[in-house]
Every structure is written in C-alpha cells, then in structure tokens.
C-alpha cells in the first residue's frame, strides 16, 4: 500500500501522464460534437452531375439514390469523378438518356452502379408489381460510424494503461531503478501488483468518463459494460508490463508500444468491417483480446446484452492466459538472477 | 570547420546505430509493406448480392447476380447482412425482402437494383476517365499515407531519442566549449534523419508501388517527403530542446500524433467536407504527398515558398533555443 502512494506521488508530478489519460477523453467530446451529418454522407452513393447539363426530374431521381453534387464546368466535374479519395460517379444527360463515367479506381459495388445505372434509369418506369418488407433496424446507420469512432475512442482509452505503464517501467530502468528493486526487499508480486494497478486504474477510468460522455447505455447493460471495460484494461496494463519487460530503452519501446497499438486497434475495425460474424476468420480474431473488447462493446451499444457475454468469457481466458504468461517469464528470469 | 563537420557527422551515425534507429525504420518498413500488399490492396465492396426464392421456377432472367436458395428461411438468413436483397417468387405476388440499412437513398437503390436485376435491366459499360485501376489507387493512396505518418514520426522521435541522449550524456554542455559552429551541430543531424528519411522513402515506395511505377513518381515524391523531413525534424529538435525528458516528450507527441494526423488522415482518405482543414499545416503537407504519388500537378510556387520560409524560422528559431540552453548549461 505504501509502495502504492509512493507510484502515485511520483505520477502526480507528471502533468504529461495525466494528459495522456484526458487525451481520449477529449477525444470523445470532439466526436460527440461532430454532427451526424458530415459522416452521414459517407455510406451513400455519390453523383456528380453538370448544372445546365441535367433536368430536375433526373437530379431528383438521382437525389432518391445518393447524394448529388453539381458543378459549374465538365473540367470541375471531371476532376471530382478523378479524385482518388471520392467514389463518385460522373452523370450527363443527353435528351431522355444518361451516361456515365467514373475514374476506374472505384469500389466493384460503386464501378457495377456506373455501369448499369442508365439502364436502370431508362427502364424507371417500368415496375413489377412487387409485395416491399423492408425491415427497419434499430440502430440508425448514420450513427453507425459515429458509434464505430466511440468505440474506436474507447479502446484507445482502454490502451492508454499499456502506454503508460510501459513508459514508466522504461523510463525506471532508464534511471536504474529497476537495479535498485532488486535490492530493496519488494516481492515480485507487490511489484507487479503496484505497476499493474496505476496504468489499471488510469485506463478504467479514463475509459468510464469517455463512455459517459459518448454512449448512452440502459441500466442492465450497466454490468456487462464494467465488465468489458475492467477485463480489458487490466489485459492493457499486462502488456505494458511485457512491453516494459521486453524492451531495454525508451526508443525500443516506443516502438513496441506502436506495433501493439496498431495490432490493437486494425484488425478489431478490419474483421468488424469485412469479415461476416460467423466465419472461421472472425472466430480466428478473438485470439487478439482487443477484438473481444471491440465486438463486445459494439455488441452493447447495438443492444445485445447477451452476445456481449460470450465477449466478456473470452476477454477472462485472455485475463488468465496473459497473466500465467507473464509470471512464467518472470519466474524464469528471477532464477537466470538467483 | 569541414573536418569538426564530419566528425560531428560520424558520431551522430554511431549514436543513430546504437539506439536501433535503422533496426525500427527496418522494422516499419517490413510491417507497412506486409500490410499493403497482403491486407489493403484486397479491401473491396461488392455489389448488394440478390437471393431468390423461386420454387416454381416463375422468374425466366437468369444473371449473374442471382444466387437461388431453396427455401424463405434461407432468404431472410441471407439478407441479416443489411446488404443483401432477397425475393421471394413463392406466393401469388412476388415479394421483395431486405433489412434496411439504415440509409434511406442506400435502401431506395438496393430496391431498385433488386427490381432491376429481377428484370433483367443490367447491361452497360460506364466511361473510365481515370489512369489508374483500383488496386493502384489503393497502393498510391495507402503508400503516400504511411509515409506522411512514418515521416512526421520518425524524424520527430528518432531525433529526439538521440538528441535526450546527448543530453543526458551532457554533450550539449560539452559542445559550449568546442570550437564547432552551433548551427553544424543542428546541420549534422538534420543532413543524417534527411538522408535515411529518404532513403526509406525509395524503398517504401519501389516495395509497394513496383520498380516502373516509382520511377515516375519518385522525383516529386522525394521533394516532399524531403520537406516534411525537415520541418518534422526541426520540431522535433525544437521540442526535445525545450522539454524536460524523453517520457514527457513522447507524451506530448502522442497528443500531437492524434490531433495532427488523425483529421487530415480522416479529410484525405474519405472526402469528408471540413472548411476549416485548409488551416491544418499538415493538410497541405499531406496532400502535397498525395498529389505526388498521384503524379497530379496541385503544388504550386506560394507552396514552396512558405515551406521554404517555415524551414528557414524553424532553423532560426532551434538556432536560438540551442543558444540559450547552452548558455544555461553555463
């Protein structure tokens, strides 16, 4: 417990360190401050269609389909159909038909759309009679990126624990006071106890204020969420003492801590987005413990309390797993010393 | 002068070797190539796939983008992707089936290419004004946006590794008193980080683009990634100068990692509309990049001019910083 105030004391010093912690905070805000409507606009189908080239029927067709934006010149229209960070598909009208034409670096759904949409247009008309189930869903896909940027910000704050536990473990070896440890008559586990709980600590509730301020989450989803939140931040703390383990200078380290950073944070977001929920590959990326975080917290905020459980049974394996790893390498290496 | 320069030259190598900065730029490269060209360069959406349950066989299209199911279970299964489009031809009145994605005009188009297809409406060929297909898009744009990353990190932290280092070691105190001009001291390391910037430029980009391709673009892709070497580098120096220790730094440049490259990554890669992005220095920087590795004519002098100027104040302003920590090293 001493120990305890000792670490607390010392990072009470560090203003840095506790920016750190605000950092996804911050973030958090600016997100819940953003308006929908910039990110709305992304998930639709862009046209790109001349102002005096195009009647208003065909712009309000168009309209029903994607979003429309007109240009004053064929240079201004042609430059925006090229841009390789838009998808959008260049549309001309020529009496009751439209062409189109896009710069050949679109996605295949957006490539197929150009291809086929004057004749779908031409035959617009022309319906079959047809019973339409369209099934709403209940979270609005407009949030759907706002609610991915959340739990993207969460995870962060989740990771900060790894972050700072490693840069404090570093930076005493740095200083030699890892050496001195050895002396001082500290057990391995009130060492590791004491490391462990301040990057803990910081991230649960750095992760907590986020979520407060972020998400709206129900009473029963209360627990399950606590849950997901304290497994996977003491998993974070437990790699930045690897990552403090491992590495023997703060270059190094930070090197480290980028690697797992980005395996933390790319493939949850990679699977979540492209692999479909019950292929081998998707059962394959719960090996990595932040896609158990991820998916269980998406699972939470779209309302499945109860899929988010079998997240939370694989988030305790890996609890258990990394722990006994841990302690095996430590052991290991206090009998190298010994 | 000459000799003390590469003297000072070889030592800032030695000390580069010994922290393993060439080791990790190694690293980075290994790692963003694997990515590009195992993960990045797949990354596609197909078309809203059509599921048909049609047991009388009423439906006479046959196309591509049908696939029948046999049974109505099958069809909803099939659509709880919130992409696909089912049809059900069982009952008298054909009925079509689809979970909404939560995009109206998306959902407004799904039913329209489901109708359509059903009707067999699919032809077309649309007009390809563009150069490069999707898998060089991909490569251009995913390369330029590592390196733009890679670049602000690496001459950011990799000179203020050596440079905390130096401190601790108390070089700067030592260089008070040797007869080394104190702007050789910044030139040194700024011409070393400028060297193997570049060169992991050249690598990065032949890797992932092809030997053909690179050529092309490299010229330009050089000059910018040049510039945001040393503008990176130059803050980097400023920063590891002023700041008390290597913890606190890498801090700090977490804080900027998140708030610099984050919007700018976010404006460039998909086209979101933010006014205010054109005051992001490094929106510029970036998109010089793109435009580079686009081989896209968008740079143009005032460009170059203010890069040219940001770099002389940021010489001038570490110059100065230098001078007085040195001076109260003593």
Known sequence: MKG?????????????????????????????LLSGVSFQSMGETAFGVLENNISADTVEWLQSNGTVTQYETLDELREAVNNPSTQMIGVLQTGNAIQTFLSGDELEVNRRIADTLPQIYENRIEQLSLDKTII???????????????????????????????????????????????????????????????????????????AFICLRIEAVQILPFLLIVLFSAYISALIGLFIGYFSNGLMVGIVYIKIVMILFLAPPIFFYLTVPDNSIIFILSYLIPSSATFEGIMNLANGSTTIAFKDIFVLVVHCIFWFLTYLLISERQKNRYN | MWRGFSHLLKKDFKLMLSSKFFLLALISLVLYSCYINFVYVNLDQEMYPVYLYDPQDKLSVTSEYITKIDSREAVETACADQYSVGFDFSADKPELYMLSSGLETTDHYRMVWGEAVINGNVDGQAGVIGTNNKEMKNRREITAEFLFFELSAVGFLGLASMLFKEKQMGVIRVHGILPVRRSMFILSKLLLLLVSDLMFTSLLTVINLGVPYAIDVLPEVLLQAGILSLIMTLVGFFCAIRLPDFKQFSLFYLVLAVFVTTPVFLAGQTGIAWDWIVYHPMYHLFEAMKAAYFSTPMVEAPYYLICFGAIILLFLLVYQTLNCEMAKEG
């Open chain 1, 4 to 32: 305890l105030k000792y670490q607390l004391k010392s990072i009470r010093r560090d203003k840095m360190c506790i920016l750190t912690f605000l950092l996804p905070v911050i973030v958090g805000i600016a997100i819940n």
């Open chain 1, 136 to 210: 709403p869903v209940k979270t609005d896909n407009n949030e759907g990126l706002k609610s991915l940027l959340i739990v993207l910000a969460l995870v962060t704050a989740m990771f900060m624990g790894c972050t700072f536990n490693a840069m404090n473990i570093i930076s005493e070896k740095e200083d030699g006071i890892e050496f001195i440890n050895q002396v001082l008559p500290t057990t391995t586990k009130s060492y590791v106890v004491q490391k462990m709980l301040l990057g803990f600590i910081g991230g649960s509730v750095s992760t907590i204020v986020t």
